[in-house]
């Protein structure tokens, strides 16, 4: 490989967001089995920004400074990060797998003429060729294919919550330096007018170490409701399959699946989900599963960790009593 491998990052609150983090991580891994530098760019980022992305594995940052750019805009950060690439001709580029990393990617790697890896849960150096090998879930979650570019740039994106920040070493040292790119911007044919951030009562799916996720097998919006205090216990989230949504027991924002929301928890706990495989897309990147089913040949069964076949009516207060006893509540 080159001598770079960079990681597109993302600020917020003048630190960096956790998925950066995510990337810097998983990049450090991969600099060192390629002897590059890692390097991340940010588009008009800050010395703070820049100091923290240090902090957590970086070699050296790039902010490129556009004052005009303001909220993500494809059109315009399309230009800014082709322009860069051309002129440091890096080996690997890391993005995340969000809105923004996943769209900007793409369109990268067509302007690059390279082929994207995307959605990846898993990377590794090719020793005999030293190129980038991502490994994702293809075909609605059934099976896992790897995939390595043959020539060029090596555009990646990486799923978030797959893989664990660094812990932050504020002694570390690296070069923060300016790109001031002369690029001509085109007049964007859509522009961002206004962004409204959803209010959530609870955690995030995205952003939940625990979730308790309900499926058709619940009966009905009662019985699901009981997900709830489960999941206040163990200080997670609650999710729901495609068919709870379309009976009304859960908010679309809280499916869990191929059309719905992909996520990584440390604990999935499944009840009354069959397993199909647009559910599974969307919860095979936990660390663990646990799957709660009456019927023992459901497929939950053939992706969870540990299941258990009975009645969840009998399940979950027995489960829930033991959470009290051993958290000392009443």
């Not at 990393?101 to 067509?110: E, I, K, Q, S, T």
């Not at 009662?222 to 989230?237: C, H, M, V, Y």
């Amino acid at each position: 490989m080159a001598d770079k491998v960079v990681v597109y990052g993302e600020a917020e609150g003048g630190g960096i967001t956790t998925s950066t983090a995510e990337l810097l991580a998983v990049g450090s891994r991969l600099s060192r089995e390629s002897s590059a530098e890692l390097v991340a760019v940010f588009i008009n980022g800050s010395n703070e920004t820049g100091a923290e992305a240090i902090a957590r594995g970086a070699d050296a940052v790039i902010s490129v400074q556009i004052p005009q750019l303001g909220e993500y805009e494809p059109e315009l950060y399309l230009p800014v990060m082709e322009m860069f690439c051309r002129k440091t001709n890096p080996a690997l580029v890391l993005f995340a797998h969000n809105h923004q990393g996943a769209d900007l990617a793409c369109r990268l790697a067509f302007r690059l003429g390279t082929g994207p890896i995307t959605d990846c849960t898993a990377l590794a150096i090719d020793q005999n060729t030293g190129r980038l090998r991502g490994t994702r879930s293809t075909y609605g979650g059934n099976i896992r294919a790897t995939f390595s570019s043959a020539s060029g740039a090596q555009i990646v994106s990486v799923r978030e919550k797959v893989f664990e920040p660094l812990e932050r070493d504020g002694a570390r040292k690296g070069e923060i330096t300016c790109f001031l790119p002369e690029v001509e911007l085109p007049v964007p044919r859509a522009r961002c007018l206004k962004r409204v951030v959803a209010e959530y009562a609870g955690k995030r799916l995205e952003d939940a170490e625990i979730i308790v996720s309900g499926g058709r097998g619940m009966e009905s919006m009662d019985n699901f409701a009981q997900l709830t205090e489960l999941a206040e216990l163990l200080d997670g989230a609650v999710g729901g399959s495609r068919p709870t949504v379309e009976k009304g027991w859960v908010e679309q924002r809280f499916q869990v699946g191929l059309t719905g929301v992909k996520v990584s928890p440390k604990l999935y706990i499944a009840v009354g989900i069959s397993g199909a495989v647009q559910h599974i897309a969307g919860a095979i990147g936990a660390k663990t599963i646990v799957a709660i089913n009456k019927d023992a040949g459901a497929n939950i069964f053939n992706e969870a960790h540990y299941g258990v076949v009975g009645d969840f009516k009998e399940v979950l207060p027995a489960f829930k009593e033991c959470l009290r006893e051993h958290l000392g509540r009443k």
